[in-house]
């Protein structure tokens, strides 16, 4: 196992804080991305993007991935 694991909650948080700062539905957001609506209502869930998803959305935050990302030590506290 990796010893680093995608934060899909920080990240499903910083996107539809992002989205709704730019007064975007989701579908919208989507388009935007180049990604389907199903993604981004996936995200919300709690699921994690496929690679070019993750791309897409970390680039239209202008984030760097490791921002997101988290030890699997952190989850032994």
Known sequence: MSQWQLDVAKLAGMVDAMRRL???????LA???GISASVVSRLNQGHRPDADALTAI????????????????????
């Open 22 to 28: 730019q007064k975007l539905k989701q579908w919208e």
């Open 31 to 33: 388009n935007k991305l």
């Open 58 to 77: 970390c680039m239209w935050l202008n984030a760097d991935l490791r921002h997101y990302a988290k030890s699997n030590e952190d989850d032994d506290d």
